[in-house]
């Protein structure tokens, strides 16, 4: 699974930064330092904190991670939907800001991969309590439809 998710420079952000280091050489050239100091710094922010991202290496796709949190009496009713069927009946449950439960889902924007793991709490921290459930295909579609359905 992780072999499968890398990360790589952001491409967008990339060409960003460098049209912002010019327009910062233009306005030094035009004298306009104050112009030239800002642009210069927000480059170097941008370039600093969004210069990678995680990308699926099959499709190329980028990939966003999400917490869903859940109560302990759930965990049971939570998991035989995740390995089940997913589907419009499947049993909705609603997640919230925090629980003793934790679900953590890594899914590429274009829907064709996802890996769903169950967490729970003990004191300080979140234990990974099974294994990861692999999705590829149409259930990730369903995966999908299932989260959205189930946040309030």
Do not use: W
Not at 46 to 75: A, L, Q
Not at 85 to 108: A, C, H, K, Q
Not at 128 to 139: A, F, M, N, V
């Amino acid at each position: 699974m992780e072999n499968l998710i890398v990360k790589r420079i952001n491409v967008k952000i990339l060409v960003l930064t460098i049209t912002m280091v010019i327009i910062s050489g233009v306005a030094l050239i035009l004298k306009d330092y104050s112009t030239t100091v800002i642009v210069l710094i927000a480059a170097a922010l941008i370039f600093f904190f969004k210069r990678k991202h995680e990308v699926y290496t099959v499709t190329g796709s980028p990939v966003k991670r999400e917490s869903y949190f859940f109560d302990r009496e759930s965990k049971s009713a939570l998991e035989s939907v995740l390995h089940g069927e997913l589907g419009d009946n499947s049993l909705v449950m609603y997640f919230s800001d925090n629980g003793s439960g934790r679900l953590d889902v890594i899914m590429t924007k274009d829907e064709n991969y996802a890996v769903a793991t169950i967490f729970h709490y003990i004191p300080h921290r979140y234990e990974q309590d099974s294994d990861p459930i692999e999705y590829t295909g149409p259930k990730v579609k369903k995966l999908a439809r299932y989260l959205k359905r189930c946040q309030r």
